[in-house]
């Protein structure tokens, strides 16, 4: 029904950035809140950040807060995470969720997932 695919990610040093994006296809008429979140090699999956349909919310962990931007573009089927600033710690596979609910609740409760792209930070 709905294809979530991730792209952007890689490997960058240590103070660097990327983009993520990920990419929307099948019935994605009724996707209200996506978000985006990463696993580490060993430990369990967290929230990174969430944004509503109409992109004007959105939600961070402490940790990404004024490092990460996420941003949608509806006409093109696509949410984007801007990250500036990368850490070591950083360094994760990044999958990127979906649910198609009006209640905005970004930290759990996703539908659709993505199969996830490697982000690797160097220090």
């Known amino acids: 029904q709905v294809h979530l695919e991730e792209s952007g990610g890689g490997l960058v040093q240590a103070g660097g950035s990327l983009r993520l994006s990920c990419a929307a296809s099948?019935?994605?008429?009724?996707?209200?809140?996506m978000g985006w979140f990463r696993q580490a090699p060993g430990k369990e999956r967290e929230f990174v950040a969430g944004?509503?349909?109409?992109?004007?919310?959105?939600s961070y962990a402490d940790s990404e807060k004024g490092r990460f931007t996420i941003s949608r573009d509806n006409a093109k089927n696509t949410v984007y995470l801007q990250m500036i600033t990368l850490k070591p710690e950083d360094t994760a596979v990044y999958y990127c969720?979906?649910?198609?609910?009006?209640?905005?609740?970004?930290?759990?409760?996703?539908?659709?997932w993505g199969q996830g792209t490697q982000v690797t930070v160097s220090s």
């Open positions: 969720a979906a649910k198609g609910s009006s209640y905005y609740i970004p930290t759990s409760g996703y539908t659709y």
């Open positions: 099948g019935h994605t008429f009724s996707l209200y809140t």
């Open positions: 944004i509503n349909w109409s992109g004007t919310e959105t």
